[in-house]
């Protein structure tokens, strides 16, 4: 996928992703914070304002679960 991905943009993709962000002067709230810091991602999630303006009550379960899905391997 990140072949595709990459092929489409027409450069690697981590790399456009970090051209876009600059563009946007967007700054990503984990940066810096390693995925095996599970707490400290879900404590980030639940306290933005994008969370927080979500239609549904999001939990830190409900973050958990998604942890799990982005970042385990199913091959």
Do not use: C
């Amino acid at each position: 996928k990140h072949e595709q991905l990459s092929r489409r943009v027409g450069m690697d993709i981590q790399e456009y992703t970090q051209v876009l962000l600059q563009r946007m002067k967007l700054h990503s709230p984990f940066a810096g914070i390693r995925i095996e810091d599970r707490q400290a991602i879900i404590e980030e999630t639940l306290a933005s304002g994008s969370t927080k303006s979500n239609p549904r009550t999001v939990t830190a379960d409900d973050v958990s679960w998604f942890l799990d899905r982005l970042f385990t391997s199913e091959e």
